[in-house]
């Protein structure tokens, strides 16, 4: 995966020296500082229309136009592709300034320029940004996702000040008839927008949207997971026999962890300690936002020493297929739950309810045991700020006993199938 490009300093920017051909220095967000062989520095800007189309524009010069406010002219050139709007360089506006425009014109001007920046595209960029230092990074890149790629597509160009539910309304049960699951979200980041224009006078207090029963009903649930005793053999066995390497560890160490899928899926060899047996999971992977310290039983310890002699870079589980992640996405894990034929019957994010109730029902595990190994938030603030209580000595014998069960029962599968062969 191509590193990304560090935002320039004005120290490089300023020390820039021409030479005999133009080149560019990138400064990140697709943007370039381009230095001519006379000497003249200018903001570029890269980017992709909507139909794959490459294109690129001049915004300013430099050091007239600095390396912070180069950067905003980018990130709004970036948003009028989105809302696919007529991009505008710095000799575009030269341009149209040169004209001369009626009263009228320069009016019209200026209340389009308004709308922009009032427009769903900007204020939904603006909101994600307030959120992204409170958000897990996971909860964030979804809400990107959905925000830029479902919505945007579609309210891009809406004035927040005026947007009704009516306009909405049909955007959320088009998304509802393909993705139930993506509406809901949409519809939770519909209103932390208007919330978040609701606080900074952008709407008024009563301008809230409609949108509770904007929704049809469907038949929800929970996420699907075996919870019986009697399934629990043969999705081990399953796991256990699956050929591809990396999936396989990933999902061993869902069912032994009961760690939610995007943290297994992203762990990273210095989170993990072998020699003690334990995995620091570092607070911004966590929803909690608290560190956890997972305890891993000597199955796990096993199976990560065989995927340190099979990999050995930064990711406990490298990416596999043609997505060109650098670790291996949670979706990997999903698929192959569903190729082994459990479809509707268990999930990845199942191994968690699994822990919570076939332990406790049948290994009579303390349940406050349980909750600290699932990193689940107190139930209230009082309860957040004075029960800090981990447990760590009892979940190191309780996930030992937790992963021996789970083998016991992958055996007993096995005994059954070739008793019945």
């Known amino acids: 995966m191509p590193k990304l490009a560090s935002q320039l300093t004005e120290l490089v920017a300023s020390k820039a020296k021409p030479k005999k051909t133009a080149y560019t220095l990138a400064s990140g967000q697709g943007l370039h500082l381009l230095v001519l062989p006379s000497g003249l520095k200018q903001w570029q800007v890269r980017y992709r229309e909507q139909d794959g189309r490459r294109g690129k524009r001049i915004v300013g010069v430099y050091p007239e136009m600095g390396i912070a406010a180069a950067h905003q002219a980018a990130a709004e050139l970036h948003q009028r592709v989105r809302m696919g709007q007529p991009v505008e360089g710095f000799y575009d506006r030269l341009k149209i300034e040169r004209e001369a425009l009626t009263q ?111 929704l049809p009903r469907h038949r929800g649930g929970h996420i699907p997971a075996v919870t019986k005793i009697q399934g629990v053999g043969p999705l081990m066995r399953a796991i256990l026999s699956y050929e591809g390497r990396v999936v396989r560890g990933g999902l ?102 699994m822990l919570r109730t076939v332990a406790r029902e049948r290994l009579k595990i303390d349940i406050d045991v349980l909750e600290a190994q699932l990193a689940h938030a107190k139930a209230d603030e009082v309860q957040a700020a004075y029960d800090r209580a981990r447990f760590e000595d009892e979940r190191r014998v309780v996930m030992q006993v937790w992963a021996d069960f789970l083998h016991e029962q992958a055996d007993s599968a096995k005994v059954l199938q070739m008793k019945r062969a």
């Open 252 to 353: 061993l160490l869902a069912a032994y962890t009961a760690c939610r899928p995007g943290v297994v899926a992203s762990a990273r060899w210095a989170e993990i300690d072998l020699d003690h047996a334990e995995w620091c999971i570092p607070a911004d992977k966590m929803k909690t936002r608290i560190e956890h310290i997972v305890s891993l039983p000597k199955q796990a310890v096993a199976m990560l020493d065989e995927m340190r002699q099979y990999g050995g870079g930064e990711y406990v589980f490298p990416g596999v297929g043609k997505r060109g992640n650098p670790h291996l996405h949670r979706d990997a894990l999903s698929k192959a739950l569903r190729d082994m034929g459990f479809q509707g019957q268990h999930a990845t994010h199942g191994f968690r309810a």
């Open 104 to 214: 009228e014109e320069i009016q019209q001007r200026l209340e389009a320029e308004e709308a922009r920046k009032h427009s769903f595209t900007v204020v939904s960029d603006a909101w994600l940004e307030s959120r992204k230092s409170g958000w897990a990074p996971a909860t964030y890149t979804k809400s990107v996702f959905i925000v830029q790629k479902r919505l945007q597509p579609m309210l891009g160009d809406l004035d927040m000040r005026t947007m009704a539910s009516k306009d909405v309304v049909p955007v959320l049960v088009d998304l509802a008839t393909t993705t139930p699951s993506i509406a809901i979200k949409a519809r939770q980041c519909l209103n932390g927008v208007v919330d978040y224009c609701i606080v900074r006078g952008i709407r008024g207090d009563d301008q809230v949207l409609r949108l509770q029963r904007a």
